[in-house]
């Protein structure tokens, strides 16, 4: 860590503000001058998406202010258009050059490009765009892709919007993440909602989807170009390569957190991109930069996953139990006792982010976080 004067607190920049970025941010702030670099104003919670796509819930963000300022956070409103590892700094798109002594970058994903799209297909993030659209019903819609994304949204639309057909679309099975029972208890659901279920074909394109309108939740890439151009390593999957601590490979001032991190641990193998992890991560990370800080090296990042929550529609759900490497136990919840979990599990998020703006000693106390 570099040397600084009397009361100069080191400087920590945080890219990103989604679960990974601003739970790091949050934590780091009675330790650092942290910033957060992201051209937004607003929190959003990307898994209540499906809820504002369906219209159940019209808004599903939070103004970044709210937990920011009790944290003495400063929002740098600007995108990060380069960064130069070996000068310790980050440019932005308004000129600004912003030097730091630690990097998280924390920059998260989205949702994978179609081919060509010769038929425009909604994603999460147009999930405002979607539910309007859908208020001018009745009409046919797609969705594409079976994991937890897929299924969320094609339960809450047949639910919410019943004037819409809609059809599930998967390349393999839907949920197949799931042991049998389980994954047997989703696919009554979604049929019984009226959702026609297709298995075993790959759309290439939303123009082949055959529906009105087009969700496309088949797969997620990681934004980890900014990382690449900086000489940051990257993986097969494109996420950027990090040690058994969440720093990048060849520069250990960079911590990677969230989806756009090829992290894995001990117990849990390789991490996919979720929230259940992202967050575990950029509380992780918060917690190393504190104790390289105080003198000590970086923690190993240990981590296991517990469960898996799918909402099945605002009535029922899944809680499925796996192992810490994500494998299904044949133990599951389903019903509204899932969904008031599944619902518990969601408010957390923000429950725990809310309370790393006042009382940031509190978040390691929080089951699954360092």
């Known amino acids: 860590m570099t040397t600084h004067s009397s009361g100069d607190r080191p400087r920590v920049l945080v890219l990103g503000a989604g679960y990974a970025g601003l739970t790091a941010a949050l934590r780091l702030a009675p330790h650092a001058r942290v910033g957060l670099i992201d051209p937004g104003h607003r929190f959003t919670e990307r898994v209540r998406l499906h809820e504002l796509a369906a219209g159940v819930r019209p808004d599903v963000s939070h103004p970044l202010s709210g937990f920011l300022h009790p944290a003495g956070i400063e929002h740098i409103a600007a995108r990060a258009t380069a960064i130069d590892p070996a000068g310790r700094v980050v ?3 308004d000129g600004r050059r912003l030097p730091y002594d630690r990097l998280v970058y924390a920059l998260g994903s989205r949702t994978a490009p179609a081919g060509e799209r010769a038929h425009t297909a909604h994603t999460a993030e147009t999930a405002a765009d979607l539910s309007k659209r859908l208020q001018d019903g009745p009409g046919s819609v797609a969705v594409v892709g079976g994991g937890l994304t897929g299924i969320e949204f094609a339960a809450e639309l047949a639910e919410a919007r019943p004037e819409w057909r809609v059809s599930l679309h998967s390349e393999g099975g839907v949920g197949s993440g799931f042991s049998p029972r389980a994954r047997d208890h989703v696919l009554g659901v979604l049929r019984a909602r009226g959702v026609r279920i297709e298995e075993g074909r790959r759309i290439e394109d939303p123009g082949s989807a055959d529906a009105d309108e ?8 990681p934004n980890a170009e900014l990382a690449a151009a900086a000489g940051l390593p990257l993986d097969s999957s494109g996420r950027v390569r990090v040690d058994g601590t969440l ?53 190993t990042f240990d981590y296991g996953y517990l469960i898996q929550c799918v909402s099945l529609g605002r009535r029922d759900g899944l809680v499925q139990f796996v192992r810490p490497d994500d494998s299904p136990r044949d ?40």
């Open 214 to 221: 087009v969700v496309w939740a088949a797969s997620m890439v």
């Open 331 to 370: 133990r599951f919840l389903t019903g509204r006792l899932a969904a008031r979990v599944k619902g518990q599990v969601v408010r957390s998020t923000v429950g725990v982010l809310r309370t790393a703006a006042r009382r940031p000693w509190a978040v390691p106390l929080v089951p699954g976080m360092s």
């Open 91 to 93: 440019a932005t798109d």
């Open 247 to 299: 720093r990048s490979t060849v520069y250990p001032e960079v911590y990677v957190a969230g989806d756009a991190a090829a992290a894995s641990s001990a117990r849990a193998g390789a991490l996919r991109m979720a929230c259940a992890t992202a967050m575990p991560m950029g509380s992780h990370t918060a917690a190393s930069i504190i104790s390289e800080l105080r003198g000590r090296g970086p923690r």
